[in-house]
């Protein structure tokens, strides 16, 4: 059992997947299979869909499958920032047109400028039905 | 008896509403429990990411990445974050105000303003009163993930890197407690980079593949994609909380507005009891 241990923390933008001490890691990177030990040199990469397997101190091992993302090493700390899915530029380009589409369908009559006016006139509106209703309930009281 | 008779069917068809506000308050409340442990989920990784650009930025101080450049500002990009779905108070028109407000400034200095909007309520307003909206995404439920903003999110980087917009604002409502929720402006780009007192000594990375701007590139998406996750998760918590206090303030007003509707009942209960035994009393004194 190696003395030298390093610190590995797995994170997703929606939850923390693992953070623990590990002797070490294999990650799937952009270029080809990786494997850090502790003491690693300074390292940023991109990830390919694969999975992290980290080696525990007690021999066990931990597989957590990634859908890409960054990796980046420092000596005694490996951090994967990983993806919730998996991205190429051609889906992230069909999710922008269909935003676009949707919102050029909704201004189908096309205003492009704000009229502030309206605007607000209906906002006062909407806060003077809240105030009026939370005179009425004082007055009951 | 009629009145009385009238007013308890009254009073039985407040006392259903009362129930449906009830359920309501405590689905919101468990609800925003969860959003708030999802919130406090996503900050790690928002934090360490914001640790490697900041190495990256500082390693590579010649190369400027346009999401890091601050630029003459004639078009504003604003992201504003709404609710789905309504019975959840001033949240939303407090919001919609702050953002005109500001709306309102920029436009007096000849700032365009190019707007997305995510949310049905932000979409029923701007559809009403114009905009400019250039992006667009609903019905996300109480559990969106980073990947329903990707779209959104794209089409506002690409206008900024178009020169379209020279800078982008996240707008959507602060989580402060649960009584209170405030709207919040915030800017996303260009990132104002954060000084590490740390980094003494000059030390870079290993670079696989060999470009760091590809790097940056992908690491800034992912960020501003995090933080705009993070401003939606915050305003369905807000929504939640806001929801839970408008559904208490109206199961107690139910139960205000059933005293009142009780106290009349047994008055005319009583009134009628009355005038029936005058009528008893007065007939036997006829005969």
């Not at chain 1, 605007?119 to 039905?129: K, N, R």
């Amino acid at each position: 059992m190696a003395e030298v241990t390093l610190r590995i923390e797995i994170v997703s933008a929606e939850r923390e997947i693992f953070s623990g001490q590990a002797e070490m890691v294999f990650v799937t990177g952009i270029l080809g299979d990786l494997g850090i030990a502790p003491g690693h040199a300074p390292l940023i990469t991109a990830l390919k869909p694969g999975n992290v397997r980290v080696q525990l101190p007690d021999q066990k091992e931990e597989i957590f499958y990634v859908s890409g993302g960054m990796l980046e090493v420092q000596p005694y700390i490996v951090t994967v920032l990983a993806d919730t899915a998996e991205r190429a530029a051609d889906i992230d380009e069909a999710a922008a047109i269909e935003a676009k589409e949707r919102a050029e369908k909704m201004l189908a009559e096309k205003v492009s400028t704000v009229d502030f006016a309206k605007a607000s006139v209906e906002l006062a509106e909407a806060v003077a039905q809240i105030q009026a209703a939370q005179k009425l309930k004082k007055r009951l009281k | 008896m009629a009145v009385a008779k009238e007013i308890r069917t009254k009073i039985r068809s407040i006392k259903n509403t009362q129930k449906i506000t009830r359920a309501m308050e405590m689905v919101a409340a468990s609800k925003m429990r969860k959003v708030q442990d999802r919130m406090r989920r996503a900050q790690p990784y928002a934090k360490k990411m914001l640790q490697v650009i900041g190495h990256l930025a500082h390693g590579h101080p010649e190369y400027r990445h346009p999401f890091l450049d601050q630029r003459e500002i004639k078009s504003i990009g604003v992201i504003i974050v709404t609710t789905d779905r309504g019975l959840c108070g001033g949240l939303n028109t407090n919001l919609l105000r702050a953002t005109l407000r500001r709306m309102k400034e920029w436009s007096d200095q000849n700032i365009t303003v190019q707007l997305c909007l995510i949310g049905k309520k932000g979409e029923a307003f701007f559809k009403r009163i114009g905009g400019s909206v250039v992006a667009q995404v609903d019905h996300l439920g109480d559990a969106p993930a980073v990947t329903d903003f990707v779209g959104v999110v794209k089409v506002m980087l690409d206008q900024y890197l178009e020169g379209k917009v020279d800078a982008l604002y996240l707008c959507s409502n602060e989580f402060i407690n649960t009584m209170r929720q405030e709207p919040h402006l915030q800017q996303i780009l260009p990132l104002v980079p954060s000084e590490n007192p740390k980094l003494k000594h000059y030390w870079d990375y290993i670079y696989e593949p060999d470009n760091a701007k590809e790097l940056l590139d992908k690491l800034l998406t992912r960020y501003i994609e995090s933080q705009v996750y993070r401003g939606v998760i915050e305003n369905i918590a807000c929504e939640q909380a806001a929801r839970m206090i408008a559904m208490k303030n109206a199961t107690d007003n139910a139960a205000e507005l059933i005293n009142e509707l009780e106290l009349a009942y047994h008055k005319a209960r009583q009134a009628a009891i009355t005038r029936e035994l005058t009528e008893i009393v007065a007939g036997a004194a006829v005969v």
